[in-house]
């Protein structure tokens, strides 16, 4: 078991990295540090026939290259970090969402977690690029850690539900999550109709999780609006929320990650999303 970490090398990896090592801490397993580069497309390294010509030496060297400059990376991580766990480096050749997705699959990774980098209008772009494409290849859950997000510990994790009983599995993982940073764990429904059937079944679910709600570590919130990413980010903001967890392919997804809604682009550039998978 570690945690598998998908690095480009920068200075917005190395920002994010404390997120990784946090984890690997709390749940006493080592952090695997994963490059994928690609080679250059040369004209002339292209025959007659199609077959890319480009010498095994050349070939060599670049991995070469990429291998020490991994080992760098690591020793400055090290060096900042102290990080008194395993780091294990791996470097993958091809495209970097399907080899992560490969590298987290073989060496049986507990999370993936990623430095997302926020560019304005753009931003949504560069997610959807590579997380976005994580997301579809992957079911290892998905820590995004924006770049200038500073170190700090999870305290307060907001969980956008459904409210059907296909969430207690991803509950009871969030209430796992929450105990090892000794944080608590928000679940909140945006709706715009409904209300006593909703209300209905918040109790129902305080009724299978009331220990956890006696003792603070659980509760349960109903917010009303007519746009659920709108609802979400007010709810956020209200609580001090510093993590957002999300189940992939639920109603609110495409809602979440489409369009171009300017708290959208906020949100993204300066939140933790936990993402998980059905």
């Not at 695997?32 to 497309?41: C, G, I, M, N, W």
């Not at 400055?76 to 992560?100: D, K, M, W």
């Not at 509950?171 to 409904?194: E, P, Q, W």
């Not at 609006?225 to 999300?246: C, K, P, R, T």
Request: with cysteine; aromatic share 8%; hydrophobic share 40%.
């Amino acid at each position: 078991m570690n945690i598998l970490f998908p690095t480009d090398m920068s200075e917005a990896s190395q920002k994010s990295f404390w997120a990784a090592l946090d984890l690997a801490r709390h749940m006493q397993c080592g952090v695997t540090l994963l490059h994928v580069y690609d080679q250059p497309v040369l004209l002339d390294s292209v025959s007659e026939t199609g077959v890319d010509a480009m010498s095994d030496t050349l070939l060599s060297n670049m991995e070469k290259a990429q291998r020490e400059r991994l080992h760098s990376f690591r020793q400055q991580l090290e060096t900042t970090y102290q990080p008194g766990v395993h780091i294990e480096e791996v470097l993958r050749y091809g495209l970097p969402a399907h080899e992560t997705a490969r590298e987290a699959e073989e060496s049986g990774s507990a999370y993936i977690v990623v430095s997302v980098r926020h560019m304005g209008k753009v931003e949504r772009l560069l997610f959807g690029s590579m997380v976005n494409g994580l997301l579809h290849k992957t079911h290892v859950p998905v820590l995004t850690i924006p770049e200038e997000m500073p170190l700090r510990h999870f305290h307060k994790i907001c969980y956008a539900t459904d409210f059907t009983f296909d969430d207690n599995p991803l509950i009871d993982k969030l209430l796992h999550f929450a105990r090892m940073y000794g944080a608590t764990v928000h679940c909140v429904h945006i709706h715009d109709s409904n209300l006593d059937t909703e209300s209905a079944i918040l109790q129902d679910f305080q009724k299978t999780y009331q220990q956890e709600v006696a003792g603070g570590l659980l509760s349960f919130h109903l917010v009303e609006s007519l746009n659920v990413v709108d609802g979400l980010v007010q709810f956020i903001e209200n609580h001090d929320i510093d993590l957002v967890a999300m189940l992939k392919q639920r109603r609110y997804w495409l809602d979440f990650f489409s369009g171009s809604h300017t708290k959208r682009m906020a949100f993204h550039g300066r939140t933790p999303l936990l993402v998980f998978h059905e």
